[in-house]
Every structure is written in C-alpha cells, then in structure tokens.
C-alpha cells in the first residue's frame, strides 16, 4: 500500500471522507492532524472520525467539509509535514460517484475518410492520451486527450486513421497504465490492440426470415464454431472456421450430410454458438496449438480471431463472422449469442481495471474482489456506466451483426434492472429476438431480490432460463454422475417429470410465469454429455438400451411445453470421451465426430420426426399458462413407468383435435388406456417418429419398450 519513501496513504472512499493508513512505526503515539491541499494551493484541515487499530497500521477515517474535483492533483499533509497524493479509492463504487458520472452518449472511436473521434469514459483519471501506431511501419504518435463532462475524455485526430492501432494511455493516482479500448469493434491479432476501422464497409442486408411467432417456437441448437467444422472428415474446406459455416452440400463419411446443409436438414430453427467475442485461451497466430470454448473474455464488441482465415487483417473475422451469420439466417436459421458479461478474463489485465480502477467489478465487505462467477470477478452491472456498456454492446451486436438472440452466461450475477433494460432495447429493434440464460444463484455480493435468478424469474417476463430442474428431473443429477433420473430408469422423479412437461408453470407447482421463461434441456456444452453420463449411471444395460434411453429424454425434451434446447450431437449420442469439462481439452475430444453422425442415421431421422411433429401444431408450443391449463392433463392412474398426458381439445392450433403423449423408461411392456373409445392414430413410437399416421389402437395402447409414443385424434 504505501511507496518507499511514503509515511502514510491516503484514499477517497466515499465524497466526503477520506481513508488514511499510518503505520505505527511512524505513529508518535497521538492521533495525527492531517490537512488536505488543493489543487490551488489551498489548505483545508481534515476533522478525524473514527479511528480503527489494524496491528502495524493505524486507520483513520476523515470527514472532509469541501467538494473533490475529480481529474485533479490532491495531497494530504500531516503535522510532521509528511505528505502523500490523495488516491482515489472506493469512492468510485459509491452511488453518489455513478449519479454523478453517468455519461449517456457515445464512446470509441467513431471514424470517417477525414478524421477520428476517440472518447472513453475515464473520470478517475488526471490525464489521458491516445498512443496511434501504425501497423505498416510501427511509427507512433501520442495524442493528449481533453476532458469533458461526465468523466468523459475525446481527442478529434485528423486525417484517414482507418487502419491504424491505437491504445489508451490513462494516469490514475500518479500510474500511467495503457489499455485497450473496451468500445473497440477492431482488434490487431491476440486482440494486442484497438484498430480503426470502416465497419461500412463490411454491411450487408440481413435476409428475411421465417416469423417467429413466439419464442416457443424456437428449437434451439448449441454449437461451437470450431467443434462444428474441424473434424478430418467433416467434408468442409475452411474447418474451425466462421467460413465453415457457410459451406452448403458438404458430405462426411458414407456421404453423410454435414455442416450447414445438416443443420437445414435437421430442421432446427436457432443456432446457439458459443462465445465469438474475442477471448483468451487461444493463440490466434497458431489456434491449432490451443483449445478453448471462449468464456474467456477480452473485448467484447470485437470477434475473435482464432476462427477467421486471416486473424491479422481487423476486416478478415468482421466479414466472415457477418458472412456466417447472413449464410445461416439466407437458410432459415437464426443466429444466438453466447455471450459473457458476468466476468472478464483476467482482472487485474483488463481494459476496465486499467481506466477505471476498481469501479467495474464488486467487492465484498473487506474490499476484496468478489468471486461468485469462480473465475476471480464479478460483473458490477448494477452500476450505470458498466450497465450502460452491456446494452451498448447488446444493442451493437444486434444492429451490427444480425444476432437473434442472447444467451447470457451466468445470468444470475446480474442485476434485474439490466436484464430488463436488454430485454426492452432489443424489443425497440425486433421483438422476436430471444433474450435467456443460466438463472443460478451465486454467491456475489449483491441482495437476493435484485439479482437476474430463476427465483426472480417473475421479475423478468419475456427473459428464459435453463432448467435445471427439467434437466436433472428427466437426466438425474448432473453433478452426481450415479443419479439417474425418469429416462435413465429411476420413476422416483415421475411428479417433477410432469411438473417440467407441463412448462415449469406456477400453477403446476413449477417456478415461471409462463412456458416461455423455460429452456427445457437434458445436455449442454457444460458437464458430461448425456450418453457419456448413461455409460455411467446406467453401464449395466446394453448399447441399445441405453440409445432408447437418450431418444427417450430427446423427446420428452422436444414435445414438452417450452423453448426446448439440444446440444449439437445430442441426436447421435455425442461423447467426450467421459471428460466432463472439457473447455481445454483438444478436437479429439470436442469435435462433431460425423463419421459417428453416419452411424446413426435412423436415430437423426427419429429427432427429426418430433421436430417436424412440434412444428407442425402448437399445442406443444403453448404460450401461456392458461393454455396449460385449459388443455393439458395427465392421464392418471398409470403406472410408476408411465408419464402419460392428453393435450385436450387443441383443434385451434393444429391439424389434430387431441394429442396423446405417453413417455415410457422401462423394456417391460405396459398397457396404457386411452380416454375413450374412438380410433387413436400412433404418429410415433419407438422406432418412428412424424406426422403421418402409422397404426391406429382403440380403448388403450401397449407401450413395450422404452421410448415414446404420439397418438392423434383428427378433427
């Protein structure tokens, strides 16, 4: 804390006190009197407080009668005549500090042919310049900055600078420290340097897709951006690439179809990829050496470099990201963001901590960095300026870059009022973009009531979480490979099973306000894979019993009321090899294996069936609890190896009057009866799954495998 020939330290932890440490070696054993300098030379006496005994050091809290000028030179005086810099301290975490700080326009640097505009937000600082290289001849030229309102500080340089690197040099309590530009939409490879470019010359026309009429309408597809590609038998030229992506007619083993024209054929409507903002882990100059899924991030508005062909030229990943993104969309399919802004990468590296020490994360009671996202920092979203920063990056990725959706990594350390705020900008922009996340209550310092958790999910309409309770109510626990849940074999379940088909609504004992809030899963990029944690729990059956298992938990996943979620694989028994986490480990363990896609061509077919089955009649796809209510009922008793439900009198969404769903996790036949005489069309079973009818049974049915059967009424 204290410099080498320094007596004592002195912060601004609040507007009107200051903090002062005095070891006790310098102490003469009396309470010092301390005096604060201006900037103008002038002298005010500081009255102490409190005083707190800390061991070796003494801490004394003053109150200080007059207003600080931030950007300025302060120094306190001792009677002895020590003297130190006044620093600035936690002050910037007070709310008095965000009120009167809060800058609401622009930020970065806005180019033209004739001149660029840099502004950043840096109201801690007492000088700031911009430092502009030039890439060709590494020529550099310091540029002072001006300070504005509003902790706000520009320089206008003129000339053509597109092209040219640039940092910010920022001198906050007497150290200079270069960061990058956290509004940078351009970085030089490893993300090493903010880059001016012309984003105009990268813009295209985002086509026109399919309506999405509700966000039950979505099925949700997660996907890695180099896992999808860089296996040797994908048949796609630019593998790991954002160019991968919009490769058509590709084919893998046995002329299996792959990439992009596998993703229109399976029929999803939502590509979910995982984070492409620029992030750390992965050497762009060498990615092959490294892996990473990317929740590493460094610069939030720039794409990263590791999946574009060129990584040194800024415009390579700008262009092919867009071109992935337009390729997909052109196709039908919309594109959703993985995107992580409960934490950065490295604190004490980052662009944040450089220009504005200690405001853009939380700190516990002891002014220690708060850990709830298990990474070293929290997110402090609930203060203006970094809540600002979220919906200005949402809302550039949404008007830049075409995005869909977001999906927010551990949504719960956030604050409510942002969520709220994404969700109302990005319905300024288009309504039908999908805004969810990872609702877990973590522990970061910030009261139960404000924070964006599921417990709160009926603060946030129109934002959806993952649930956790659908998934380890039909899968077992995730976190105890032994558990096994309904699909699995175990009934014990079998109530909370019916509780998560029926939407997770609060009618139905469940914790949403409507089917819409729920993203219904049983496997993510996150923990085993569901037929590795099958080789575990349930390494006693065979082969073949253990695929009708994951059939099984694919269809309760896609038939169930909700935003249903597949992780890409899911449909061909995807494994890692039995490695639970594996955001480091290699291709060999990550990528799409599709010579194992060629092997389980059938199966593909079977989950294509229930996705055309969900798209064709929306009494799978209700949007309120109402409609719940009002149509679906369980069909009881049956037994404990049953869940059997009849969406009821549901002609108004579809082809069919009545729709019976029966799920079934035991090989021992079972005879379920039907609610009525009448002819009951089987549109799925086992084996088969669609629209088109396949038997017909009256009064009951016997299921005598595991798996599920569909069964229609025609109007």
Not at 105 to 110: H, R, T, V, W
Not at 112 to 118: H, L, M, R, Y
Request: net charge negative; hydrophobic share 35%; charged share 25%.
């Amino acid at each position: 804390m204290l410099g080498a020939h320094q007596e004592f330290a002195a912060y601004l932890d609040a507007m009107s006190s200051v903090t002062i440490l005095v070891p006790k070696l310098y102490c003469t054993g009396k309470t010092p009197i301390f005096t604060l300098e201006t900037p103008h030379g002038e002298r005010h006496s500081l009255q102490v407080e409190r005083e707190w005994d800390l061991g070796t050091i003494m801490k004394y809290e003053c109150i200080m009668n007059m207003p600080i000028e931030f950007g300025k030179r302060y120094v306190i005086y001792d009677h002895q005549g020590a003297s130190a810099a006044l620093q600035i301290g936690a002050v910037v975490r007070t709310p008095q500090f965000d009120d009167l700080f809060f800058y609401d326009g622009d930020l970065g640097a806005a180019y033209t042919p004739e001149k660029t505009v840099f502004k950043v937000w840096a109201p801690t600082a007492t000088e700031v310049k911009v430092r502009l290289i030039n890439p060709e001849t590494k020529t550099e030229k310091h540029v002072p900055l001006e300070r504005l309102e509003k902790g706000v500080w520009m320089a206008t340089v003129s000339g053509d600078l597109e092209g040219m690197h640039y940092m910010y040099a920022v001198c906050v309590n007497d150290v200079w420290r270069e960061a990058v530009d956290p509004y940078a939409t351009a970085v030089s490879v490893n993300g090493e340097h903010g880059v001016v470019i012309d984003l105009a010359k990268t813009r295209a026309e985002k086509p026109l897709l399919p309506p999405l009429l509700s966000p039950a309408d979505a099925i949700i597809y997660e996907m890695h951006i180099r896992d999808f590609t860089i296996h040797p038998e994908s048949g796609i030229t630019h593998k790991g690439k954002y160019l991968g992506l919009t490769e058509p007619e590709t084919k893998g083993p046995n002329h299996t179809t792959t990439g992009l024209s596998y993703l229109k054929e399976l029929g999803v409507t939502h590509v979910e990829l995982l984070p492409f903002h620029d992030f750390g882990g992965v050497d762009e100059r060498d990615p092959s050496q490294q892996y990473n899924w990317g929740y590493n991030p460094l610069h939030y508005n720039a794409p990263e470099g590791s999946y574009a062909t060129n990584p040194h030229d800024p415009y390579s990943r700008i262009r092919e990201l867009k071109r992935a993104i337009h390729t997909l969309q052109a196709h039908g399919i919309r594109v959703i963001m993985d995107a992580v802004y409960n934490h950065i990468y490295i604190r004490e590296q980052s662009s944040f901590e450089k220009i504005v020490p200690g405001y853009y994360f939380r700190y516990d009671a002891y002014g220690n960095p708060a850990n709830g996202t298990g990474v070293g920092n929290d997110i402090a979203s609930e203060r203006k300026m970094v809540r600002k920063w979220i919906l200005d990056s949402v809302r550039f990725w949404v008007e830049e870059y075409h995005v869909d959706g977001f999906r927010f990594d551990l949504m719960g350390i956030l604050d409510i009022d942002t969520m709220k705020a994404v969700r109302e900008i990005v319905d300024a922009i288009d309504p039908s973009i999908l805004v969810f996340g990872e609702g877990w209550d973590l522990p970061t310092p910030l009261p139960p009531e404000r924070k964006a958790t599921m417990q709160n999910a009926e603060k946030l309409p129109r934002i959806a979480y993952f649930n956790d309770y659908f998934r380890d109510s039909v899968k077992g626990s995730t976190f105890q490979p032994l558990d096994r849940g309904f699909a699995l074999g175990d009934s014990d379940d079998r109530e909370k099973v019916k509780i998560a088909i029926s939407g997770s609504v609060r009618n139905r004992q469940g914790r949403f306000l409507d089917p819409i809030q729920t993203v219904n899963y049983v496997e993510s990029h996150d923990n085993h894979t569901f037929w590795d944690k099958l080789k575990i729990a349930n390494g006693h059956e065979s082969e073949q019993t253990r695929k009708k298992r994951q059939k099984l938990a694919t269809a309760i996943v896609l038939l169930s009321q909700g935003i249903p979620f597949l992780h890409s694989g899911q449909e061909f028994y995807r494994t890692k090899q039995g490695i639970d986490n594996s955001y480091n480990a290699p291709d060999a363990i990550n990528q799409i294996d599709w010579k194992r896609k060629s092997e389980h061509e059938s199966d593909i077919r079977y989950v294509q069936g229930l996705i055309r089955l969900r798209k064709s009649h929306r009494a799978f796809r209700f949007t309120t609890e109402a409609e719940i209510n009002s149509h679906l009922f369980f069909l009881e008793p049956a037994p404990a190896s049953v869940i059997a439900y009849h969406l009821r009198g549901v002609q108004q969404y579809g082809p069919w009057r009545d729709i019976i769903v029966i799920h079934h996790n035991q090989e021992e036949a079972q005879s379920v009866f039907l609610p009525d005489g009448e002819e009951w069309h089987v549109i799925c079973d086992g084996e088969r799954s669609g629209t088109v009818p396949l038997f017909s049974v009256h009064n009951n049915i016997i299921v005598d495998e595991i798996g599920t059967w569909v069964l229609v009424k025609q109007t």
